[in-house]
């Protein structure tokens, strides 16, 4: 083993990810609560109090995932004080693509007027855990000296596969677009950890769209196989029975409390998640950045648009410890630990 001065030193010459500047982006159209009840027959009332879902955007034909993740990036690079052509790397992290090829980040990259600039460009999917993968990519590329500055952008449009025959799914989603800037310039992530338990991957379903069911084959399956399907009790309960074990190992590697972080930022999943998840782990209710009253679950989407409400609306700050975490189709878990 090195000794304690070589490996400071050894630490100290290692580059880490910061977040440089954040962004989102919103579409036009915004549906109330109310809106959702006259939609379903209810009483007026009805979605917020059974949901805690005030209201939600949702996406116009004109705001295409790549539109919305490119305005976001926009945002994310003023904030950082960088110019697009200075990107290393840009990384989509979108729960769903825009299309099957070429890739959404290929896509935004073009709308960014870099589409003779090589700079590489790739999505990477993990649901609506995509932007804690995408960034615990980026930290690695960072780490080992292979990128400066890197674009990570989650953009999602639920709307467009949501089966309103089922209430319990479709009226809690909501679409928009968020990204980061990512600089070498910090300590990099403390932690990271991911953790999938396929035994629960029938709880979340969207099985159109790739090579099994398809529209040359049989257009009635394809139809039907391009709308979600959850069943959300099911997810609870498997992500509830592994959350705890999952976090006290993530917090052991960052060698951290749950006390000593400033902001915790969750995936948006549900207002049952949120109001109660959390609070069965001991997690402090007032460090946690909520969204999902006026955002609903935004997929993948859901953890930087909190991160960036968070920070402009100070509650995230430079120097604050902050926790990322969530549970995402799979059913997968994931989290980490970093410094603003």
């Known amino acids: 083993m090195w000794p304690r001065s070589k490996t400071e030193t050894f630490k100290a010459a290692v580059p880490g990810m910061h977040i440089l500047g954040t962004g989102a982006y919103l579409p036009r159209r ?12 209810w ?33 994310a690079l003023a904030a950082a004080g960088i110019e697009a052509n200075e990107l290393d790397l840009i990384i989509g992290a979108c729960g769903v693509m825009e299309q099957a090829i070429p890739s959404t980040a290929t896509l935004v990259q ?14 990477v999917n993990a649901t609506c855990l995509s932007f804690v993968q995408a960034l615990d990519l980026a930290a690695m590329k960072i780490r080992l000296g292979q990128a400066r500055y890197i674009l990570v952008f989650s953009a999602d ?6 089966d309103w025959s089922d209430p319990d799914t479709a009226a809690i989603f909501g679409d928009g677009a968020a990204a980061v800037v990512l600089g070498a310039h910090g300590e990099g992530p403390h932690a990271s950890r991911f953790e999938t338990y396929s035994s629960g991957g029938q709880a ?33 309960r498997t ?19 749950l006390s000593d972080l400033a902001c915790i930022i969750p995936h948006q999943a ?15 209710q007032d460090r946690v950045v909520k969204t999902f009253a006026m955002f609903g679950n935004q997929i993948a989407t859901s953890i930087p648009t909190a991160l960036h409400s968070a920070v402009q609306s100070g509650r995230v700050k430079r120097g604050d410890l902050t926790l990322l975490v969530g549970t995402s189709a799979g059913l997968s878990l994931g989290g980490m630990v970093l410094r603003f």
């Open 30 to 41: 915004v549906v109330a609560s109310s809106e959702i009840d006259c939609r379903l027959g």
């Open 43 to 75: 009483a007026e009332g009805s979605c917020e109090a059974r949901y805690g879902l005030a209201k939600r955007h949702v996406a116009e034909c004109d705001e295409t995932s790549s539109m919305m993740g490119t305005e976001a990036a926009r945002q």
């Open 110 to 123: 073009a709308r960014l007027g870099l589409g003779d600039s090589g700079i590489p460009s790739y999505d």
């Open 157 to 162: 449009i639920a709307s467009v596969g949501l």
């Open 204 to 236: 979340c379903l969207l099985e159109g769209g790739g090579t099994r069911i398809s529209a040359a084959r049989d257009p009635i399956a394809a139809a039907r196989a391009s709308y979600f399907r959850m069943d959300g009790q099911a997810a609870f």
């Open 239 to 257: 992500a509830a029975r592994h959350l705890p074990r999952f976090l006290r190992r993530l917090m052991g590697e960052a060698g951290a409390a």
């Open 270 to 284: 549900s207002g049952l998640a949120l109001e109660h998840g959390l609070s069965r782990l001991g997690i402090p």
